[in-house]
């Protein structure tokens, strides 16, 4: 392979293989496969935007990101409108992103997609200049986000317990959303923008989004109840969520959403402060990714 690949390695996002080891194992295959390529560890958060400008100045043809969805937003919000390829090894706790394009969990089969895999572009969302690719997301789902960042403790389960102590805690807000000349006043646990189908760990928001349609998926929750909660657990993971009477859901490229008051919202996961506004849209076709197969 005659491309110039540049390797961002997170060596301390997520689980398994932490540390010195993962930088290795990309050297090893990167000497392995003969690849005209060198890797990078990051050292300190926002390193890894600062590695793939890098990248790009350098003349690289393939930025490839190892870490979690963190990290992945780092690298591709440099990546989108570029035409250069990324490429994702994934090391989150939920990889939504990953699991939607088919891109293997395992790292030794992550990295022979990089070899194997097919470019191809997706659309890429905005909210408020921040880009996201997988969801993002304002109410409960934003709260959670904000407590799992403020642990030390990784992975699915430190995920779920933070999300029972916030689902304790949390109250719904008014929503004012406006979308293809639609106007949606509603009282919400969730207001989630998604490009891709799921949060992560097979937990679908919207099960029939898709990367490639140029429209982002928003899905509304009103307040559940414990009971209405256990039904959309259950329905989140058999893709069956638009089944809930609880449920309101759209499809635009563009999203205007007035909040009851200042707020903050999550893209990815990552954390950002708003005011009692977010303009959300798409960009249609701006990142071009490696992944094994045809693309939904």
């Not at 600062?50 to 690289?60: H, I, P, T, V």
């Not at 780092?74 to 990546?79: D, L, N, P, S």
């Not at 719904?172 to 293809?180: G, R, T």
């Amino acid at each position: 392979m005659d491309k110039k690949t540049i390797f961002i390695v997170n060596p301390i996002s997520g689980k398994g293989g932490k540390g010195p080891q993962r930088k290795r194992r990309v050297d090893d295959f990167i000497k392995a496969r003969g690849m005209n390529a060198v890797s990078f560890e990051t050292q300190y958060p926002g390193h890894a935007t600062e590695l793939s400008r890098q990248a790009l100045d350098d003349g690289a043809q393939r930025v490839v990101c190892m870490g979690g969805d963190g990290t992945i937003n780092e690298v591709a919000k440099v990546m989108v409108g570029s035409g250069v390829a990324f490429g994702l090894i994934p090391m989150g706790s939920g990889n939504g992103l990953a699991r939607h394009l088919g891109i293997p969990l395992k790292i030794d089969k992550a990295l022979e997609n990089i070899l194997s895999g097919n470019e191809r572009e997706i659309d890429t969302g905005e909210a408020n200049g921040h880009a996201f690719f997988n969801v993002m997301g304002i109410g409960l789902d934003a709260e959670i986000g904000k407590r799992f960042n403020d642990t030390h403790a990784r992975g699915f389960m430190s995920y779920l317990k933070e999300g029972f102590k916030a689902f304790r805690d949390y109250r719904s807000s008014d929503y004012s959303i406006q979308a293809n000349g639609t106007k949606l006043d509603l009282n919400a646990y969730i207001v989630a923008i998604a490009n891709s189908s799921q949060y992560g760990s097979n937990a679908y928001i919207a099960p029939n989004a898709s990367v490639r349609d140029g429209k982002l998926n928003l899905v509304a929750i009103r307040t559940p109840g414990l009971l209405g909660s256990l039904d959309l657990l259950w329905r989140i993971f058999t893709k069956a969520i638009y089944g809930s009477k609880k449920v309101e859901s759209l499809e635009s490229d563009s999203y205007h959403i007035q909040l009851q008051q200042p707020g903050f919202f999550h893209a990815d996961g990552e954390i950002f402060n708003c005011g009692d506004e977010i303009e959300i849209l798409v960009r249609s076709n701006s990142l071009r990714i490696i992944a094994p197969q045809p693309l939904s």
